[in-house]
């Protein structure tokens, strides 16, 4: 920073203390801006400048005695200034407190902030999807939000594919959960849509990220709320399909602050249909599979969070909360399935009437502490965080109207976390950021299987299809990065993690199975440069690693259907990746496009496979995971938005990418793409409506084409009581009787060895539901704690440091 001198006396020279700080903030989102430029300037010309932190904090010091402003510029914003800024002597302490920048695509009237907020932001390292901005986000869950986030796919059962992968590390507010540990679609199901304020897709993670997840991270914001006073937010809806109901309060005083959330949703009135067809051949003999489901389904959650927080004073603080969550899913049906030779000779034909459930719960206990020092870019983070998740799967089936068989999983995951991140300015252009992390995972899972004796009348044990699996992984970690501020706006990210991954494995009446100990190297690089007029381009390469998860690693064989079985493979060995991406983006008024073309490509990639095996006759489907040789995916992304008016917003994206498989001995190759459009119209009076439509082709597989499906939705919104509250309504799919699902598997070895099959399912899922939401106490921060206590008398208290976020407080 730039030293000024000054006279106390005769021959004594005073060097100049005086700091203005503050802490620049999108007034749309009410979260920081990182790497906003902010130039400091006397009567005449510009005497110093800096980059905000990642919470948007800058600080000028060695400043003396004098009147200056400041002119604060960013991609996508309109440039800012703060006028009139006077430093009264060369010990002062200026604080500006927050100084809210306008997107480019709003438009400011003396202090009120119209037209709409930017559904899809483009920031320096990540995409945003503000889910809050949605009005069609209302009583869904979190699976239903992320259909609508560029680069995302979710498929049927709700798993998550990023780019044509679903290899991808999901946080909530950048913590990991066990809730994703099983199954990533089950978990997304327990989080109501109404409490995510974003969703962040991350598809270069810099050193800091854990290395897990090739495709990239997920990380999922949920709502807060720092206004002072007594807050709160109640919100139900009910459907044909689903209701809900969700609430939260908040308490927060000068230091302190309490939140509370929770809620449930209930699925009802779910049915599909299925038919599997399957040609195999085995040694030149040939059976004819032909499998029709009818099932029904229902299923219920809950979720509730508990936050406490407290300001030791403007540079630290600690929080800690506690979540938990509960489910449970049912569905039952009749699958009626029949067997012919190669002569059209029946081998069998029976009714199989299945009931299954599943039911979970987890809880996490999360710590954190941060300290800020008087640079306000060297900053000290702490974290600790215990999670714990309880699964119950089961299902008990009655074939041709008489008891046959049963079988339950019992599973337990838990994961303990520490890690400590500090980062260190070296000099005005020069952030150092550094860290270390250990992970220690536990696994445990119980399956048994029981066959029915008609005899007895009675279950027993059947221990041949039994299994036990008791699972430990740590991890150690540590990483080091580096980011330069270069000339002409010119800027690079560069850093290495390093992780060591020590595993344990023990099974039921087989000896402890060794799985090695392994090492890897992550670098990762990003060399950005920002335009004067707005919009960036940016260049990265990062190397990733895929663990395998209790979902591929679990030996639990699911019998429910005695055609087509499946389960884990414990031995799986993690894959690695290799990213190149370059992307650019481009605003003009209140539109944006933004751009990126990348390269991925996978070895020792995991993927399910299956095989048709002859038991007793019969001929049965078998799917696991395994490491195949290589997946390689070329591929574009294409997001949008525009603003014809004010009013009126559009929205959307297209990726397309080019996929290869190959495992040395089966290969596959083609195209996917993936579509999605939102608009949204706000009319007068408070009206609203919305669209939504979500496309997503067949996906390439080793073996075959998996689901391609469409969804698409309309939502009617009317505001009340001064945006306090809202009615709204929404139509599902209400121009399709049903979606179908169809996939394809094959596996050709020569003339006398092979099969196909194609599977199609129909799902039911047009429905209406109506929502209602209501805000209530205080809703704006006027400076007063929560017992109405002033929080300062003058210009320099601190009531400006928490502005509650409502974007209304423009600046001093």
Not at 45 to 61: M, N, R, V
Not at 343 to 364: K, P, V, W, Y
Not at 521 to 543: C, D, M
């Amino acid at each position: 920073m730039l030293a000024q001198q000054g006279r106390r006396g005769p021959g004594a020279a005073v060097i100049a203390n005086a700091s203005i700080s503050g802490t620049v903030i999108d007034s749309t989102s009410s979260q920081g801006v990182e790497f906003a430029a902010v130039a400091l300037w006397d009567a005449t010309k510009a005497i110093d400048g800096t980059l905000t932190d990642i919470k948007g904090s800058f600080k000028f010091e060695g400043v003396k005695a004098g009147t200056y402003k400041l002119l604060i510029s960013y991609i996508g914003y309109s440039p800012q200034s703060v006028e009139n800024i006077v430093v009264p002597n060369n010990d002062a302490k200026v604080d500006l407190g927050n100084v809210f920048i306008l997107s480019d695509n709003i438009q400011l009237n003396e202090v009120t902030v119209t037209g709409q907020a930017a559904l899809v932001e483009d920031k320096i390292d990540r995409l945003v999807y503000n889910a809050d901005k949605d009005i069609t986000n209302r009583g869904g869950t979190a699976e239903e939000v992320l259909r609508k986030v560029p680069m995302l796919s979710v498929d049927l059962d709700g798993e998550v594919e990023l780019r044509g992968s679903s290899n991808v590390r999901v946080l909530i507010d950048n913590k990991p959960s066990t809730i994703f540990a099983s199954s990533v679609g089950e978990a997304l199901k327990q989080i109501p849509s109404d409490q995510i304020k974003s969703v962040e897709v991350i598809t270069s993670p810099s050193a800091k990220y854990d290395g897990e997840g090739t495709a990239g991270i997920i990380n999922i914001n949920l709502k807060k709320n720092t206004l002072a006073g007594v807050t709160g937010m109640i919100s139900t809806g009910v459907g044909v399909q689903g209701s809900n109901l969700n609430g939260s309060l908040n308490l927060k005083d000068k230091k302190w602050g309490i939140a509370i959330n929770g809620g449930g949703r209930m699925s009802y009135n779910f049915r599909t249909e299925g038919l599997n067809t399957r040609e195999s051949v085995i040694n030149g003999e040939a059976t004819y599979l032909t499998q029709e489901d009818n099932n029904r389904g229902q299923w219920g959650g809950g979720r509730y969070r508990g936050t406490f927080t407290y300001d030791f004073d403007k540079k630290t603080n600690f929080s800690i909360s506690y979540s938990g969550r509960a489910r449970i899913n049912g569905s039952e049906g009749d699958q009626l399935t029949r067997l012919v030779d190669g002569n059209n000779a029946l081998i069998f034909e029976n009714t199989r009437f299945i009931d299954q459930s599943n039911i979970s719960n987890s809880a996490d206990l999360d710590f954190t502490f941060n300290k800020r020092y008087a640079n306000p870019i060297q900053e000290l983070s702490i974290l600790a965080q215990f999670s714990k998740s309880n699964r119950n799967e089961d299902f008990t089936a009655l074939q041709n109207g008489l008891p046959a068989d049963s079988s339950d999983n019992v599973g337990i995951d838990q994961e303990l976390n520490f890690s400590l991140d500090y980062v260190q300015p070296l000099g005005e252009k020069i952030k150092w950021e550094m860290g270390g992390k250990g992970v220690f995972r536990g696994a445990t899972s119980d399956g048994n299987f029981y066959s029915y004796s008609l005899e007895n009348a009675a279950y027993a044990l059947n221990s041949l299809r039994s299994n036990f699996l008791d699972y430990d992984q740590n991890v150690a970690a540590g990483y080091s990065s580096f980011t330069l501020e270069l000339p002409n706006k010119w800027g690079v990210q560069a850093g290495v993690r390093y992780e060591r991954t020590m595993i344990t494995a023990q099974f039921k009446e087989r000896a402890d199975v060794e799985i090695p100990d392994y090492d890897n190297w992550l670098p990762s690089i990003n060399l950005s440069k920002r335009f004067e007029k707005g919009g960036s381009v940016r260049a990265s390469y990062t190397q990733r690693i895929q663990r395998p998860s209790i979902r591929f690693l679990n030996p639990y064989v699911d019998y429910s259907n005695q055609n087509s079985i499946s389960f884990g493979q414990p031995t799986l060995a993690p894959e690695l990746v290799d990213m190149l991406e370059l992307s650019t983006s481009t605003y003009f008024g209140r539109n944006s496009i933004n751009f990126s073309i990348y390269s991925r490509i996978e070895d020792n990639s995991i993927t399910s496979v299956s095989e048709v095996v002859r038991e007793d006759g019969i001929d049965i489907t078998q799917t696991t995971f395994a490491n195949i040789g290589v997946n390689k995916r070329f591929g574009a992304d294409l997001s949008f938005n525009v603003n014809p008016n004010k009013d009126w917003r559009i929205g959307g994206g297209v990726s397309p990418n080019y996929t290869y498989m190959d495992n040395r001995t089966i290969s596959n190759q083609g195209w996917n793409v993936g579509l999605n459009l939102n608009s949204q119209y706000s009319l007068p009076k408070g009206f609203a409506v919305a669209v939504f439509g979500f496309y997503r082709s067949p996906r390439v597989q080793l073996q075959g084409t998996r689901n391609g499906f469409y969804f698409h939705g309309l939502t009617f919104k009317k505001d009340i009581n001064d945006k306090r509250g809202s009615f709204g309504l929404g139509l599902e799919n209400p121009f399709v009787r049903s979606i179908d699902f169809k996939s394809t598997l094959e596996n050709v070895t020569d003339a006398n060895n092979y099969f196909i099959s194609a599977n199609t399912r129909s799902m039911f899922r047009r429905s209406i539901r109506v929502d209602f939401q209501y805000r209530f106490g205080k809703m704006e921060n006027d400076g007063r704690g929560l017992f109405n206590r002033r929080r300062g008398g003058n210009n320099d208290s601190d009531a400006m440091d928490d502005d509650g976020g409502n974007g209304q407080e423009m600046m001093r």
